[in-house]
């Protein structure tokens, strides 16, 4: 059965917009590293619209550093979910739009061969979150307090999850992966 993963950067006070964040070549690496362990990328219309058209743009243009185009060129050329019941439309290469039940569909996912199945954005995942769905939960802390932004999980189930592992990066970065015991 394939994991669900869901990696996303996160301050120090708990905030998770992508104004705060450090974006080096370090990161960018490390996000290119966990699209290529998955064949698929879920998110919803606030992340597509964040995401759409920048990184396709990048991935044409290789306009930015060499690890940020490879992450771009990554990202633009993998399969893409948008589960919205407000689109009309998906522009983005290798992206279909789904109006369906997103748990459902994302059952059926894990089922199916292939690789990991990567989470973006904080709606879905929680959704998924509340429904146990997610395998493992990859949070990049940031050495930031931006005193203001969204936050993970607001209202939700108590998640137990285990510690798996951790890496520094050279920003003051830290990875904390941890995978969810209580499905």
């Known amino acids: 059965m394939r994991n669900v993963v869901f990696a996303i950067n996160i301050t120090v006070d708990g905030c998770c917009g992508h104004e705060s964040v450090v974006a080096d070549d370090e990161l960018h690496e490390y996000f290119t590293g966990l699209l290529q362990d998955s064949d698929i990328e879920i998110f919803g219309r606030n992340t597509y619209h964040l995401m759409y058209p920048y990184w396709h743009d990048v991935a044409m243009n290789q306009s930015e550093s060499k690890a ?8 633009d050329s993998m399969p893409k979910i948008v589960f919205s019941t407000t ?17 459902e569909e994302i ?6 061969p292939g690789k990991n199945i990567s989470i ?29 932004g969204p936050r993970l999980f607001e209202s939700g189930k ?9 890496k520094m990066f050279r920003s ?5 992966h941890y995978k969810n015991i209580h499905k």
Not at 87 to 101: A, M, P
Not at 158 to 166: D, K, M, R, V
């Open 107 to 112: 059952v059926k996912l894990k089922q199916q």
């Open 68 to 75: 940020t185009n490879e992450f771009a060129r990554t990202f």
């Open 120 to 148: 973006g954005g904080l709606n879905i995942a929680s959704q998924l979150a509340q429904s146990g769905l997610i395998d493992e939960y990859r949070f990049l802390v940031q050495p930031i307090v931006a005193g203001k």
């Open 158 to 166: 108590n998640l137990t999850l285990e510690l798996i592992g951790s």
């Open 87 to 103: 689109l009309k439309s998906v522009e983005w290469n290798n992206t279909t739009l789904l109006r369906s039940n997103l748990q």
């Open 172 to 176: 003051g970065v830290v990875e904390l």
